[in-house]
């Protein structure tokens, strides 16, 4: 079955949007493909080609032509739905348990059903204001309703939560709560252009173009030791899994590849192509999650779009799990 775009936009605290890239060349010895093992895959399908479904704060197209819903993540509450976050401060540089819940505005209840996408009943991320930590949490429900996840973020300041979820029988949205980590703080840099990113031994490189409002395609190739990766594994029911950040406000893109394991046309690496709109012209922080070898990894990119942007840049090096005692991914 092929899969088409999934494209989620919420918001909350920092502007602007995405932008261009590069690409890995194909002339060394690959990483052999693996037999086919138990990683996961949800199972779950994906939006087909040409179809369009537009929700709060979802968006769900292969560029029709048809107006974008407008961010969601902005709004604690929406559609007869509140966030209610339970620990909306935490101290920086120790675990914290977090807990919210989602209330049902008509009645005040929790609520405890949901209809599972991409593996889950529910997406928690968590991003420093700055853009510098990024968090893809996968947070577990108690029975009366309250969610709950270990979190360790390593700086002081503003964080933004969002939580992406389909009650069911209703529609799909994402609401946002802000999060503040106490300790000394001082404000950082947004990370430089790049479209190099390492981590754990990985490099993975991003080629593309995207412009303000009109659909575009991102390729992100992995390679481990210099060699392509093309055995990697299913999480959250595909290869690869793009998150996107704007400057500025945090306006939040959830975007989803194009293609799918079992489909019968897509490979397991080492490209994963994405199709993409950007709401608008700026900067963007741009997270990769994909899965090799049993364990899931984070590269991250900062691009532009509609604007130049010096493409000279040293690869950007993320911080491998030995170096934070927290990756940012809960299973």
Do not use: C
Not at 110 to 136: C, F, M, N, P, W
Not at 276 to 301: C, I, M, N, W
Request: proline share 7%; aromatic share 6%.
């Amino acid at each position: 079955m092929n899969t088409g775009l999934r494209i989620t936009v919420f918001a909350a605290a920092l502007a602007a949007t995405f932008g261009a890239a590069y690409g890995v060349g194909g002339v060394i010895d690959p990483i052999s493909p693996e037999p086919k093992s138990g990683a996961h895959s949800d199972g779950e399908g994906h939006a087909s080609a040409g179809h369009e479904k537009e929700t709060a704060g979802h968006h769900e197209a292969q560029g029709g032509g048809h107006e974008a819903a407008p961010p969601g993540g902005l709004e604690i509450s929406s559609s007869g739905y509140t966030l209610d976050l339970k620990t909306p401060r935490v101290e920086a540089g120790k675990k914290a348990d977090l807990r919210f819940a989602v209330v049902q505005d008509g009645t005040g209840r929790k609520v405890t059903a949901y209809q599972r996408e991409h593996g889950k009943e529910l997406h928690l991320i968590v991003a420093s204001r700055d853009l510098a930590v990024y968090r893809h949490l996968h947070p577990t429900r108690a029975a009366d309703g309250t969610w709950s996840t270990p979190v360790n973020l390593p700086e002081a300041g503003g964080y933004r939560v969002f939580a992406d979820f389909k009650p069911k029988g209703g529609e799909a949205l994402t609401l946002g709560a802000d999060l503040a980590a106490s300790g000394p703080y001082e404000p950082g840099e947004l990370p430089e252009h790049n479209t190099t990113a390492k981590v754990d031994g990985y490099e993975v490189r991003l080629r593309g173009a995207l412009t303000p409002g009109k659909a575009g395609e991102l390729t992100l190739t992995v390679a481990k030791n210099g060699k392509p990766v093309r055995n990697l594994q299913p999480y959250l029911g595909a290869y690869g899994h793009l998150v996107a950040l704007r400057s500025g406000d945090l306006a939040y893109l959830h975007v989803h590849p194009n293609g799918e394991p079992g489909d019968g046309r897509t490979k397991p690496g080492p490209e994963v192509s994405f199709t993409a709109t950007a709401p608008s012209a700026g900067a963007y922080r741009l997270f990769l999650d994909f899965q090799h070898e049993g364990k899931v990894r984070t590269a991250a990119f900062t691009v532009h779009a509609g604007g130049a942007a010096d493409e000279s840049e040293e690869p950007s090096r993320t911080r491998s799990a030995e170096e934070e005692e927290e990756t940012g991914h809960t299973h």
